[in-house]
């Protein structure tokens, strides 16, 4: 059986999804034909990628998979998304917000309007002036939790 799905994209292009379902077939397979690589085509491999639980983003020119638990935070700036992990800075072709609903169920919370930070890798809370809480991450990195955001990471953390 084949389901045919048809969108126009951003960009104007008509975007054409085929669902073949075949009960012989033992894998899942994803096939991506197109002109040439667009930040549509990357923002949905960076989507699927998340069935991985994992992550695209840009060092240097080059492309790497990230694994999503070794993501500590995610920072916004001028209008850039940048990815933190213990080793090194990614740069992120998706928006802070597209990156808050994709990894809300992976931990991540809303630190502020241009922070995202895992959960899991808080090392120790302080109560900073003005109700803000000034966490320290696993590596020493400290964030800012702005008092929008203070309520709900108390409420997380069941405090």
Known sequence: MTAMLLFASKGGCLLKIEINI???L???NITVSCKRITP????LITTLRMLDRQLTAVKDGATHIIDISKIIYIESVDRKTFIYTCENV???NLRL???EQQL?????FRASKSCLAQLK???SLR????????VTMENGEQIIVSRQYADGLRSKLGL
């Open 40 to 43: 549509e085509i990357e923002k």
């Open 22 to 24: 075949d009960n012989t």
């Open 26 to 28: 033992t894998d899942t």
């Open 121 to 123: 890798l808080i090392k």
């Open 104 to 108: 809300e169920d992976y931990g991540f």
């Open 127 to 134: 109560t900073d002036i003005d109700r803000r809480i000034r």
């Open 97 to 99: 917000y597209e990156l």
């Open 90 to 92: 990614y740069e992120s």
